[in-house]
């Protein structure tokens, strides 16, 4: 079964044939061999004797012409078939195959990426023939230069009309798959905000939570440093009260080795009645330190109170 491409070829070549059967020799013989290529898909081949065809004034009209820039965009050659679009629309206006170069002109600004261009020779392609069969062609390649150019809003909107209204194009689908490709972009552009909003928090909660920390360490050093202060301030008072203690503990040895050494000078003297030494009883000691207290206080309480009565009298 022939391809669309072969088919349309086929149709076009018919229709020229027709029109040049009466030219020369060499334009017609150019003209055959371009057409048989063109009939096989040989668009290389078809190209080059096509560009050899129009170079004779006989074969310099709409159909020719209108063969060699398919040619071209068949074999891929857009920036050649973009020029001869340019040159057919000044000087063809009138041709049958005007919409469709115009069309073709729009499409090929889209695969040269001249996004903005094309939208504009598309969308005039859209305004001056809305009952063309490639209306909603011409739609897509719309939708494909505004996707193209990042304008996803915009893009979408053109491919949801295609949906909506041309349900049965053969861009319906393509369409379709571009919708939900924006709308998957859409989803993943939110998330990617959340996300970048969240990892904010995230870091500035994190910041805070460190901030807090060092402070929370810091205060903790300080609390630590006031109980060193404050257990070594203790620790000095006890280890006073130590010392104190040490030389109360020194007297009562150098005291009891004095007791001893006249008890034994006493018995050594061949006196008898010497009681034997107690053991050490701290609370008799204390007491005996609290009578002394009391005996000295009392003295001198007697002295202040007699040379009171002396200056009294």
């Not at 001249?114 to 305004?127: G, I, P, Q, R």
């Not at 460190?210 to 929370?216: I, K, N, P, V």
């Not at 080795?257 to 008799?284: H, N, V, Y």
Request: overall charge negative; hydrophobic content about 35%; proline content about 2%.
């Amino acid at each position: 079964m022939l391809s669309f491409k072969k088919l349309t070829a086929a149709a076009v070549v018919c229709t020229s044939l027709l029109m040049y059967c009466a030219a020369s020799d060499s334009a017609s013989t150019a003209f055959a061999e371009a057409c048989k290529s063109y009939t096989r898909g040989d668009w290389a081949d078809a190209k080059f004797m096509l560009k050899k065809a129009v170079s004779y004034q006989e074969n310099l009209n709409p159909d020719t012409y209108f063969m060699l820039i398919m040619a071209e965009v068949y074999d891929g050659d857009n920036k050649s078939a973009l020029d001869d679009c340019n040159f057919f629309l000044e000087n063809f206006s009138d041709s049958m195959y005007y919409p469709r170069v115009y069309y073709q002109k729009g499409k090929l600004l889209y695969a040269l990426g001249e996004y903005e261009k094309a939208v504009v020779v598309l969308s005039d392609f859209c305004h001056l023939y809305e009952k063309d069969e490639l209306y909603s062609f011409a739609l897509f390649y719309i939708g494909e230069s505004l996707f193209a150019g990042y304008k996803y809003d915009e893009a979408g909107s053109v491919y949801e009309r295609i949906v909506t209204e041309f349900p049965e194009s053969a861009k319906t689908p393509a369409a379709q798959y571009r919708l939900e490709t924006i709308l998957q972009r859409g989803r993943e552009e939110k998330l990617l905000y959340l996300l970048k909003q969240t990892g904010e928090e995230y870091l500035a909660a994190k910041e805070e939570y460190e901030r807090q920390l060092r402070l929370y360490n810091s205060e903790a050093v300080d609390s630590t440093r006031q109980k060193l202060t404050a257990a070594q301030a203790r620790n000095e008072s006890l280890e006073k009260q130590v010392n104190e203690l040490e030389l109360e503990i020194a007297a009562l040895k150098n005291n009891q080795a004095e007791s001893e050494r006249i008890i034994q000078q006493l018995k050594e003297a061949g006196e008898r009645d010497i009681p034997e030494p107690e053991p050490f009883d701290e609370k008799k000691y204390q007491l005996k330190l609290l009578k002394a207290k009391a005996l000295e206080a009392q003295r001198m309480l007697d002295e202040k109170l007699g040379t009171s009565s002396t200056e009294g009298k």
